[in-house]
């Protein structure tokens, strides 16, 4: 059981828009950056949105990321194959036994 | 380039110790934080701590206290990770990543991953 949730899967068709939902409590997204990360199959993750909305270089201006009180997105736009993968939402959890950081379970990403 | 290179893959029985390394190059390595994340098979990312490499202070997962000591050794740009008492459902991926120190305390920007290393634990 994740602290921040994330549905196990989603999916598109090439060129349509998905967003992926990340929910937390007051104490990680509520008080911290969310940051997302996309892992292709057999291979390390590789950061994709850093402090709630802000793109690495490299990253398509396709992806973005939103947040909103204890809640983030991530939106994929123009959908392409390659975006198939396992994508995954972190933030740091200020909890009573002191700071963590807590990832989502993960969302698989189908592109149709 | 940056590179974050790590040992290869450990075979370990329940109860026993392994120890992980990841090397940097490219780049300062006492200028950025060296968490460490495992995967196990088929399941999400789970964080187990992080070390500052300047100071080798360490703030380790809660579910991993007493079991997890991270260190390094500026000499060679390496970093370590132990974990103890295995057991079987610590079988994973383990991977080293950093983190800027200029992201602050909080930063989480992973930016730069090693190539994991498998460590399987049966008896």
């Known amino acids: 059981q994740s602290v921040l949730t994330q549905p196990p899967s989603a999916s598109g068709t090439p060129g349509q828009r998905v967003t992926i939902s990340c929910s937390g409590s007051?104490?990680?997204?509520?008080?911290?950056?969310v940051y997302w990360y996309q892992q292709l199959p057999g291979t390390a993750p590789k950061l994709l949105i850093y402090?709630?909305?802000q793109r690495p270089s490299g990253v398509p201006d396709r992806f973005s990321g939103s947040k909103s009180g204890t809640s983030a997105s991530l939106a994929i736009s123009g959908l392409r194959s390659e975006d198939e993968a396992d994508y995954y939402c972190?933030?740091?959890?200020?909890?009573?036994?002191?700071?963590?950081?807590?990832f989502g379970g993960g969302t698989k990403l189908t592109v149709l | 380039q940056v590179q974050l290179v790590q040992s290869g893959a450990e075979v370990k029985k329940p109860g026993a110790s392994v120890k992980v390394s990841c090397k940097a190059s490219?780049?300062?390595?006492?200028?950025?934080?060296m968490h460490w994340v495992r995967q196990a098979p088929g399941q999400g990312l789970e964080w187990m701590g992080r070390?500052?490499?300047?100071?080798?202070?360490?703030n380790y997962a809660q579910k991993f206290q007493g079991r997890v000591t991270m260190t390094r050794d500026t000499s060679i740009s390496t970093a370590y990770m132990e974990l103890s008492r295995l057991r079987s459902d610590d079988t994973a991926v383990y991977y080293c990543?950093?983190?800027?120190?200029?992201?602050?305390?909080?930063?989480?920007?992973?930016?730069?991953w090693g190539q994991g290393t498998l460590v399987t634990v049966s008896s």
């Open positions: 402090r709630n909305n």
């Open positions: 007051s104490s990680n997204i509520g008080s911290n950056y």
């Open positions: 990543a950093r983190v800027p120190y200029s992201s602050g305390w909080y930063g989480l920007l992973l930016d730069y």
């Open positions: 490219g780049y300062t390595f006492t200028g950025y934080y």
């Open positions: 070390i500052n490499p300047n100071s080798g202070g360490t």
């Open positions: 972190a933030a740091w959890d200020d909890s009573l036994s002191g700071p963590d950081v807590v």
